[in-house]
């Protein structure tokens, strides 16, 4: 089975560079733009299922691809992003400015922040591995699978198929209906 993993289109806070977590943001017209280019790049494969996250971002990202491969998405809460806590909806450089011991483990070691109300990369980590589970075991008879989900999740995806520390995470660039391809076998032991 190939799994592709693709990020929403962009979105006002990409933008601005702030927190969006689990807001309910819409695409932006060059978000859906970005999503229909992607969605014509796929009309070309066989992709038989594709699954978002609960978020409008994820869901408008994933209509519009499946209107050029004539699909039905799913949402499954597995994918959402991470839970931000009191960063939500801050940009950047306002939690560099409220929660600077915060910040700064955030980009130096990422995977140790630990924050009330915030998940963790570990956390993350163990419940999108579990959704990956899922749609391999509940729908091993397709052959290519289409997630839309957020960078968070693509990247704790990345690190775990390439047996990383977590604390390289903020070292992948994931953009904008960046779009990653796994077998499922490359998920082999972490599962």
């Not at 909806?89 to 600077?100: D, I, M, N």
Request: proline share 4%; with cysteine.
């Amino acid at each position: 089975m190939r799994l592709f993993f693709v990020r929403h289109g962009e979105i006002p806070a990409n933008i601005h560079k702030i927190y969006a977590g689990r807001s309910s943001e819409g695409l932006t017209t060059r978000g859906r733009k970005q999503a229909n280019e992607i969605g014509r790049k796929f009309a070309q494969d066989t992709i038989e299922a594709v699954f978002h996250s609960p978020l409008l971002r994820t869901a408008e990202t994933a209509e519009i691809i499946c209107q050029h491969i004539v699909c039905e998405p799913i949402a499954v809460d597995s994918f959402i992003e991470l839970k931000m806590g009191r960063w939500e909806g801050l940009a950047e450089h306002e939690v560099a400015s409220l929660y600077p011991d915060e910040w700064k483990r955030w980009n130096s070691l990422p995977a140790e922040l630990l924050i009330e109300g915030r998940e963790t990369l570990h956390q993350l980590q163990e419940r999108v591995l579990a959704g990956v589970r899922t749609i391999i075991v509940n729908y091993s008879s397709l052959k290519t699978i289409l997630v839309v989900t957020h960078v968070a999740v693509i990247r704790v995806i990345i690190l775990s198929v390439e047996n990383r520390n977590l604390n390289q995470y903020k070292l992948i660039p994931i953009p904008n209906c960046g779009t990653f391809c796994f077998n499922s076998s490359d998920f082999n032991g972490l599962l």
